[in-house]
């Protein structure tokens, strides 16, 4: 089959729907399909380009922005003109793209898929105007634009059940989980020498967390974390706080982690390639996601800590509770920072536990291999031919 992916952010951006969409992409090509990625260039990458053997990325200019809604002429124009496809694909949250993609369908006859992957955030220290207008468009594209596409897919349960859907849109629903590269993962040792790099004892306990530190992902809740280090580090000196990420909240983070007197614990090791990050699972304890509130429909930071055996601490919200299980992960009431000091404290404190449940993690995460979801996206093209 010949697919057209439609996306408002792709690589080299290494946000969760870009990394979403490059590898699932990757994995329809290795299944023989032709995949082309229509995306904005929101990184000043090439406008052409084959990143994989049957992946091709065309990179529209972009015309104007509003916050992160990126509008492209040339993106609907080359929309319009691409009538050689078996389906459209399209990554929502993305502004005006849908709609985009809904006209270009009815036009050329195309079946349209659409991945649900959030709404969009608002954004809580900005002016109110741009949180309302965030919001009203995140509830446009729900109720009204999703009863015009052909399959609707969440990654997860729970996120598809906490949103109002039309009732005809419903019924196209399909829940098809991510996955993570398991064998990336898979030879995994623990990495000595770049634990020395950072300068942490070999006897201190690492959390890590992956995410993105822009001024949209405040939900991601990174503030409660570092003030929970503060009782954490009340208890136990021993236990350091990684974050991988960068964006306009890491000042911000950082003033925060030498108000609660944790500097010493908190490490900001900026952005890091996605091929660069699975050394940082191999030294950490375990992973933390405490966001606050969605969107959070399947973060890939999650499966991919399952797949180097780590334990995962997250926060109790649509989407979160259908994939951290008890067997070896810990839900806490978001924005609870004494429950998440007494998650960590629990794991970070028991040797036995923690890598009992991280052997767990394993096994659970060999059910969301990339291969696996795929195949049950390729199942969903051949439904609408």
Partial sequence: MKILMLTAFFYPSLAGVETYVLSLSKNLAL????????????????????????????????????????????????????????????????????????????????????????????????????????KIYSTFTRIFCLNFVDKIVFLTKSYCKSLWISPPARKKIKIVRTGSEI?????????????????????????????SLSRYNRYKGVDFLIKSMQLVNENDPHVKLLIIGDGELKIELNDLAEKCGVKEQVLFLGAIPNEEIPPYYSICDLLILPSIYGPENGPMVIFEAM???????????????????????????????????????????????????????????????????????????????
């Fill in 31 to 134: 299944q023989g399909h032709k995949i082309d990625v229509l995306t904005i260039n929101t990184e000043n990458a090439p406008d052409n380009e084959e990143i994989f053997p049957n992946v091709n990325v065309k990179r529209c200019k972009i015309s104007f922005n509003y916050t992160k809604g990126f509008v492209s002429k040339n993106f609907f124009k080359f929309l319009l003109e691409s009538k050689d496809y078996d389906i459209y694909h399209a990554h929502i949250p993305f502004s005006f793209g849908l709609e985009s993609a809904i006209l270009a369908s009815k036009i050329n006859g195309i079946p349209l898929i659409v991945t649900h992957h959030g709404e969009a955030p608002s954004l809580t220290n900005c002016a109110n105007v741009q949180s309302t207008i965030s």
């Fill in 307 to 385: 797949a180097s055996s780590k334990p995962v601490i997250s926060t109790k919200l649509p989407g979160l509770i259908d994939i951290v299980e008890n067997s070896f992960g810990i839900l806490v009431p978001p924005k609870d920072i004494n429950a998440i000091a007494d998650s960590i404290l629990t794991l970070t404190n028991d040797d036995k536990l923690r890598i009992k449940m991280g052997k767990n993690a394993r096994k659970a995460a060999e059910k969301y291999s990339w291969q696996k979801c795929a195949k049950k996206m390729e199942k969903l093209y051949f439904e609408l031919q």
């Fill in 183 to 211: 064998e990336k993962f898979l030879f995994l040792q623990n990495n000595a020498k770049l634990k020395k790099d950072l300068k942490i004892p070999f006897k201190d306990k690492i959390i890590l967390f992956v995410g």
